[in-house]
């Protein structure tokens, strides 16, 4: 099957894309290795999310107790200790301590294969953090991050304007502006932001070097109108095309945008992605030849699995997420056995304080809120403390945490998928972590030059 097989995906632009401004003569070199080794990497990944697809396609409280049959007991039964719970969330369990061999053998492999490189800066190169916008801890190390990657990535590439995908109210741009003397653009669909935006440039003084443009980069758009955001613009190229945290499908915007470009308007793409739970799990996955031949079976729990990959938090919140867990379990099993509402059935989330009460309290309040009858007398309490219920919490709670360590190899899949679908349309790609994720668990760089 080839890409141009494929009736109904979103991106039947792809094959025009593929033969974009090039012909037989002008096809760049390709370096064959990189992509034999992004092929060999897809396809590992392809391979292993396969063998474990009924682990991380569906949450497990959707479909228990049937799915039970996934989750061998000698691998629940391995945690039976609060402390061993919390090592298998934090990735520091010591696999020497377990008995059974093929979760052994699952934890070390997940371990292995979220693996990425991580970017790291030569020492001539100084912290560079220059902002007069009040940064949060988090937006502070990204951009310090992405400054000092820009300088010391950008030396020997020419560069003449910088447009930034998904702007928002242009923190990116504000720093860069403070610290490299060339036009930024801002492209931005939200205009309430731009307003602010503005406004801020203006009032640090840099309104005459950022333009903010108020333009719908939805894919399907583009499809249509592929070069459209670039015509009316005063892009002096070559330009290099960023996006910070380009949420689901604006990801996908700003590589065809850097695809359908010419090289002397666009040289060099940037792209830091997430939200994936906002891409169509049929139509924006597997985008390139070979994930078309073998697809990986996207569902919209795996994109929410994929996106919150990588946040850690500390043994405080993680007990604090384990009660929420908790009180959702026991009642959504109250719901299923007492009730015999056997669907999945969604409870929400409350507020943190509402997990603080007891489990009587926090159910009476969530029936009301769904509008149910409620059950008389101690009902709630007591089925909340029955052993029959804390066993299968305590199952629902390690099927979790054994599928979360599945979150990274998901997302690193839909980003190897992606870099390869741009190195077939002859481009250099390189993937790295740029930022800490213990701050910024969004981290992963796709960084692509036009060759
Ligand atoms: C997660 S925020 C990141 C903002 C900024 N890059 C940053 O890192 O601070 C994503 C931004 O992309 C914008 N956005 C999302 N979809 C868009 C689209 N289709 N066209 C243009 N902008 C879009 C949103 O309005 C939002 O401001």
């Known amino acids: 099957m080839t890409a141009t097989d494929l009736p109904n995906k979103k991106f039947d632009t792809i094959p025009s894309i593929l033969n974009l401004g090039r012909n037989e003569n002008n096809l760049p070199e390709k370096d064959e290795i990189s992509l034999h080794s992004l092929n060999q990497e897809y396809q590992t990944l392809y391979h292993f999310l396969s063998a474990y697809a009924p682990i991380w396609q569906h949450e497990p409280i959707a ?28 990735k520091t369990l010591d696999h020497h301590t377990l008995s059974s061999r093929t979760l052994t053998i699952l934890l070390q492999e997940t371990l292995a294969l979220e693996q990425l490189p991580h970017y790291s800066f030569s020492s001539d190169i100084p912290d560079i953090i220059f902002s007069n916008d009040f940064l949060t801890q988090k937006k502070d190390h990204e951009l310090s991050h992405l400054m000092k990657y820009l300088t010391e990535s950008t030396r020997n590439n020419q560069c003449n304007t910088v447009i930034d995908v998904g702007s928002g109210h242009g923190h990116l741009g504000r720093t860069l502006a403070s610290i490299i003397p060339l036009p930024i653009i801002c492209l931005e669909k939200n205009e309430e932001l731009i307003s602010q935006g503005q406004e801020v440039a203006i009032k640090q003084g840099k309104g005459k ?19 459209s955001p670039f015509t009316s613009l005063p892009i002096k190229g070559p330009a290099l095309l960023i996006g910070l945290h380009t949420c689901g499908n604006l990801a996908l915007s700003q590589i065809l945008l850097g695809l359908h470009a010419n090289k002397t308007l666009i040289n060099s793409l940037i792209n830091i992605p997430c939200c994936y739970f906002h891409l169509h799990p049929q139509l924006e996955t597997n985008l390139c030849l070979m994930s078309q ?114 979150g990274r190899i998901l ?41």
Not at 211 to 225: R, Y
Not at 310 to 321: L, S, T
Request: net charge positive.
């Open 63 to 90: 479909s228990y107790p049937a799915n039970l049959e996934f989750y061998p007991k000698e691998w629940i039964d391995e945690f039976n200790h609060p402390k061993k719970l919390f090592q298998l969330y934090a």
């Open 209 to 227: 070097v950022m333009t903010f443009v108020e333009q719908d980069l939805d894919p399907d758009l583009l499809k249509f109108s592929p070069y």
């Open 293 to 406: 031949r073998y697809p990986i079976q996207w569902t919209p729990q795996s994109l929410t699995l994929a996106t919150r990959a990588h946040k850690r938090q500390d043994e405080k919140e993680y007990h604090e997420m384990a009660r929420v867990k908790e009180y959702r379990y026991t009642l959504q099993l109250f719901l299923q056995e007492e009730l015999g509402i056997l669907d999945f059935f969604p409870v929400g989330s409350s507020h943190k304080r509402l997990y603080r009460k007891s489990f009587s309290d926090y159910a009476t309040i969530k029936f009301q809120d769904l509008g149910l009858p409620l059950p008389g007398g101690n009902a709630f309490q007591a089925f909340h403390e029955r052993p029959l219920t804390r066993k299968k919490v305590h199952e629902l709670f390690t099927m979790t945490l054994l599928r979360w360590r599945f």
């Open 411 to 451: 997302e690193k899949a839909l980003i190897i998928d992606r870099a390869l679908w741009i190195k077939q349309c002859g481009y250099s790609v390189e993937i790295f972590t740029l930022f800490n994720e213990s701050i910024s668990p969004r981290n992963i760089v796709l960084k692509c030059n036009h060759l």
